[in-house]
């Protein structure tokens, strides 16, 4: 015989384990500082990737002028102001990763938690 709340507890996880339930179990096969941090890695490294494109969009846009200042300019403030502006750069992008990151991974937990919550419940019923 049909057990209809089994079988609206056992749709209700079939529609998890097919939408969000694959991300979220990845994201749980990690142990926290791991994800996290390599998430943030990552984002460093896409950060500074566009950052060296935005700088090289900006130097070619202004060549001209940077090309005859060059010479009157010191280098060495520039390198100065350019590396500032990066690691600003990075530490505010490492900083909002870090907390969209941390979030994901709680809310990823969080709902695996559910879900095992909802895989005992399911024995459970199958046991009586």
């Known amino acids: 015989?049909?057990?209809?709340?089994r079988i609206i507890l056992m749709t209700k996880m079939a529609s998890y384990e097919a939408n969000e339930g694959k991300r979220n179990v990845s994201i749980?096969?990690?142990?926290?500082?791991d994800y996290i941090g390599w998430q943030v890695l990552k984002s460093i490294i896409s950060a500074s990737i566009a950052f060296v494109v935005v700088f090289g969009m900006y130097?070619?846009?202004?060549?001209?002028m940077?090309?005859?200042d060059i010479y009157k300019m010191d280098l060495l403030?520039?390198?100065?102001h350019v590396l500032t502006l990066y690691l600003w750069t990075i530490g505010?992008?490492?900083?909002?990763?870090?907390?969209?990151?941390?979030?994901r991974y709680t809310r990823a937990v969080?709902?695996?938690k559910v879900y095992q919550?909802?895989?005992r419940k399911l024995s459970d019923m199958y046991k009586q």
């Open 1 to 5: 015989m049909l057990n209809e709340k």
């Open 28 to 33: 749980g096969s990690y142990f926290r500082t």
């Open 59 to 64: 130097i070619f846009y202004n060549f001209e």
């Open 66 to 68: 940077f090309m005859t």
């Open 77 to 80: 403030e520039f390198a100065k």
């Open 92 to 103: 505010i992008y490492a900083a909002v990763s870090y907390i969209v990151y941390t979030v």
């Open 110 to 112: 969080k709902s695996l």
């Open 117 to 119: 919550m909802n895989l």
